[in-house]
């Protein structure tokens, strides 16, 4: 395959390994101007501290680094929570929600710099090249994407690491790096090195935020977090913005070995993966708007909320955020979510947050009703009815086959 | 309303003080012959034992005591789970999926005793009116059914008891009674209470079978169990019967604290109410199939697997079993489960049952797809084709807006 | 049952023989004011002329009459059709979407007014009663709900005839009336009659408004409509309200036959009923809009749209109207047809409506994707990566079929 | 690309100018054997003389043609119409549903004659390579699959043609074909020419089998269908097989021009096509079916039954046949086709087949309830507390609105 023509591309770099090759190759292959873009959506000050320097010594022409992390909660993390989505019963998509904000973003820097071309870091067998690309088609159809792993032939550590040492780029990475890991404020995950087995269990190493349950206090915390319009608003009394609450609970959650999981899941290109991803925080907040929605949402609205999340699980897992059929499923649990005001009390316990209190000025549950004794709103007579009409098409259809 | 005309109705008796009191009421009432007719489903000894007597004491013609404790685990709960049925994403469906093989095996004994009637005990607030009387509507619409609680003008246990003193009936109830319980070999649940208050935490005693997680053992237990076409067919390498997987599976799960629920669920009659759920081998099982089905259904398999649970719960919880629907969802759902064989360890540890290894000859997971490395499989290159057509609408869309 | 205490109550009026004998039926058995209220829903001028003159002779004290036509068809008719909504495959909803907007006027009326009930001619058969009272619960839960014909003893024509003439109210209703009918802006209805046989064909009696196509002109018809956001906004090049819009194709659809149903349902009240539905000018807008979004729905976004259409003719079926599922599928459809902008031709033949040519400034379409010739957009060397990717899981499914 | 080394190739060969030019072409560049394989799926004898002269005089050793009319519309297109699958809400899927079947008898074709690899002259820009190669990937994974449209650099008729004389391989294929067309015995499809813009209407000439409805017969004809378990079994009284069934449909459907459509559609690739769909005898049995439907399904069942209607259109459109999640949404179907017998009258007029009289034992519909008068099994009283715990979740939700 012929290069295409480019003169200036912009990267999404992380400061790894990976993308500070790339920023060399993409100037030796493409004979282009290299930016360097970095997302800052709460991976952590690690990976931030200095990378400005390493994309400049990598040989980048600028370096950007975008502060996302306020607005990744906000519009991509609240919206995908109203759904309720979980891919594949269990997942709470951490990668999944973070690239379309990064994508955006560096689409932003390249219209910025004048850029004619994006790159991203991802692998050809990952679902992440789908989730950036699938945005770069979305919002600039116009530019040239380049996808290093796809067309290099790197294909070690140690290949990658001779290519700096080559050209006297200096990198700390590790000859050796057991699990690839990727994380923002919402989840770290981890694949490879044991994982890979289906049979191995998770070493402890695997866990890199959460306290192991098994080492975690023995004493119960109590958590009390106020919700509205879906979207937790207040922990314990204090009123927290989106990415406050969460950073919060991250670390409430991970003291008590909240948020672990292990997954086979099936990737997007067709072949299964396995990973443990832990997300503290998101789990307690999942807790609590559920535990609201038990409230509030009458039982036909419940059940399609719970249509909506797998729909939206898949969306956002595919990379499919940027297209009408997101929007429209955002809009629909959107329009759910505006009842859900209430109160939570979670307790976090050796692994587990459960939701053991709560309560709505919307709430559709009510003592009386539930309970014995004569009342306005409920009369016993009327079940008779009901169910004779609930159940009329099945009389008929019984009194049908007995006349045969 | 005035009376039907009943020689002889068939009861559904638990020797609980309810139905204690419906014997003679029908027969005062109705001017019938009333059968007994209990169900074991494994709702344990304690109501079992001198049921029959207690029956007949209560006036009751014959009483017939029918084990269905098999029979419910394999052709009632394992089509449930091969769906991946929750109700509203938590409730693992425990009363819902006995009644109607209670109410098929009323129908066989009103049969077979040429009854012309059938009674429950159930009140007219919930849902079980509903499963019985569908059930009868699908499986005897000729007979006539009669639901006292809709009918009589008792409203107090100590009504009830004064009841039978009137009339000489022993009864060992007690007059108070906290809470509502209802328990077969699946779950016990509770309601009542403190419970009635959603701001109410529970208590400990409305747990009835499961060790409080803070009091479970410090040590973590593991299993090994094995799946057979969506079926657990051995424990720790020995096979056993359905029902008798769920009671080895029970009394383990149990010790650890497992499966507990406390949940605010939309019954079918438009009113919310409140239960506390135990089931903790059925927690178990699922955790296993689920794991199973990880490694063995593909993307869409998945997908659609969710959608037949969230279909299942509402048909399974809104007594819908003997429909058209319900069966050809059940169909579906067992041609999935077909390839749903392998093996998986559950960790069991304070209230949380994981799976942390699993293996299956039908696992589409593949070490060597997942890494590195290039293979026949899968070729990256191809990544870069599938994405291009993947993302094409959005492109095309993307391309149109720019035009305007 | 006892009556409730009424002392005025607002009753949906439409000048026939039912709710001409509910003013005075309700006077003496609530001893309460009624109060007159007609929907002007387009059901037109036979019903309407007089109709006032009619209530007061019958009794009432008042009588309003408010015309909802452009509201029905703006904030009924639209979101409705945006969704695609055929209820089981084939019925476009016609008596169904009135009901909400007449119920909500009622309301407003009794609110205005002052009164304490509200009281609606449906029968206890049907779908109608369902949805009156399902808005009123959810509009005015505080006043009383009569439905005379669930209560009265009234079972004939002549019965409630003789019931005026006793009372000396004038009416001119005649003794046999073969069908039923149901008539607004967007259809009318048929039943009863030669179609209570569903092995009977219908007569030609049984149709009000079209041409029978085999009458209808033998010269096939033309029509340019011009469709904004999912709304039919021009037509032949005038712009039209959507009101008139409808009007003016109701004319020419009836011309040549178009819109003609009948069809087996089932109601919600678990029977099923046969009815003709004629429905001219919501055929030619259907197809007008589909036919847009045909240009402009990707694959997934489409296949949504007619999920939602399958569920709102559910809910707007079952008099589900005003609850918070049916605003959150009416938000998802409308966000979908934000891009349903372009123009259509319709040729209007014996009964057929059928778009021609169809065009969009929004179209996905592009004769050069379509066509051979290499282009930038589509490569077909794309296409082997795709598929192979698209069907790995069948092929790992399949290789290890093999190693068995 | 490197070529794979290839021994023996089966093609899937249809006798026109494509496959005629393949044959040569995978001989001089894989240097291999080619077997021709002619599948019989009703395409007409215009396709089939010859056929296997024809291979031959192009170069294949062998060519086997095999007949599978009766088996295509046994075992695939029926169990698809008990899904009511439309794709796009029009389309019968008359390609679609004939790809698997010649995909699965050339695999056998290929194990027979002991081939490696299997060969198709699908271009890269349809939906067609998708399905042949997903049924591969099902069928056969360890065959290579060489699609020479993706690989060749032909890209017209005239070089095509060229390649041929320059061979001396007869071919009496012209120098310009207006439309492309693939005819089975369920369908013919017509695309090119007129059809690129979607502003045209169709020409006379882009309709193969059908008569235009304006020149169709001016009377109606009337046809007596038998329908047992979804299928249709006789016509006019006459038992058909499954195959004979079709046959004799399309002729009297063409006659009276039943079954064209003009859809623009989403490719799976991506893009959007348009074409002319004629399937006379097709769309007169999925009137029949849907009718006796109409009879027996109730309505959560009917629901159903279009939700998997819309998820099979998408399965076999997209090539999923050989899928588990096919296989599933299949047996759900044929479990409500169980019930479906039943007979119908059919009017065919100008181009539309309608149901005009229906019958069956299994119908829910009954006159008496759907009538007046007093009956055993619908009591109107009834219907007052169905709609109360119907509506009664909207009516506390109202409630708690008002308190606020």
Request: aromatic share 8%; with cysteine.
């Amino acid at each position: 395959m012929s290069k295409v023509n480019v003169n200036k591309v912009v990267v999404a770099y992380s400061g790894g390994l990976d993308t500070s090759v790339i920023i060399p190759w993409l100037k030796e292959n493409y004979g282009c101007e290299v930016v360097a873009f970095v997302a800052d959506v709460g991976q952590g000050a690690d990976e931030l501290v200095g990378v400005e320097e390493k994309a400049l010594a990598s040989g980048a022409s600028e370096c950007y680094v975008v502060d996302l992390k306020e607005e990744m909660v906000k519009d991509y993390i609240y919206p995908t929570l109203k759904t309720g989505a979980y891919y594949e019963g269990k997942y709470l998509l951490g990668t999944s929600m973070a690239r379309p904000i990064i994508a955006k973003a560096q689409v932003e820097v390249a219209r910025k710099v004048g850029a004619d071309a994006l790159a991203h870091g991802c692998t050809g067998k990952g679902n992440d090249q789908v989730r950036f690309e699938g945005a770069f088609a979305a919002l600039a159809p116009d530019l040239h994407v380049i996808a290093p792993w796809r067309e290099w032939d790197l294909v070690s550590r140690e290949e990658c690491l001779d290519y700096l040492a080559e050209r006297n780029i200096p990198c700390t990475a590790s000859l050796t790096k057991i699990y690839s890991r990727d994380a923002n404020a919402w989840h770290i995950s981890t694949e490879g090195g044991v994982l890979e087995s289906t049979w191995n269990a998770p070493n402890d190493d695997c866990w890199a935020w959460t306290t192991d349950p098994e080492k975690a206090p023995n004493e119960a915390e109590y958590l009390t977090i106020k919700v509205e319009k879906g979207e937790v608003v207040a922990l314990n009394g204090k009123e927290l913005s989106p990415y406050e609450a969460l950073i919060a609970l991250n670390e409430v959650g991970a003291k008590h070995g909240i948020g672990r999981i292990d997954i086979v899941e099936n990737r997007l290109v067709g072949m299964k993966s396995r990973g443990c991803y832990e997300t503290p925080g998101g789990t307690i907040m999942m807790e609590a708007l559920r535990a609201v929605e038990q409230l509030v949402l009458d039982k036909t609205s419940f059940e399609f909320r719970e249509e909506l999340g797998i729909k939206a699980s898949q969306l956002v897992y595919d990379g499919r955020w940027f297209t009408p059929l997101c929007k429209s499923i955002m809009a629909a649990a959107e329009s759910l979510a505006e009842d859900v005001n209430g109160e939570v009390v979670i307790k976090l316990y050796k692994g587990q947050a459960t939701a053991t209190q709560k309560r709505s000025d919307n709430s559709l549950y009510s003592e009386e009703f539930a309970t014995f004794g004569a009342d306005d709103v409920y009369d016993q007579s009327h079940a008779g009815g009901f169910i004779r009409l609930y159940s009329l098409a099945s009389r008929i259809r019984s009194l049908n086959a007995a006349k045969k």
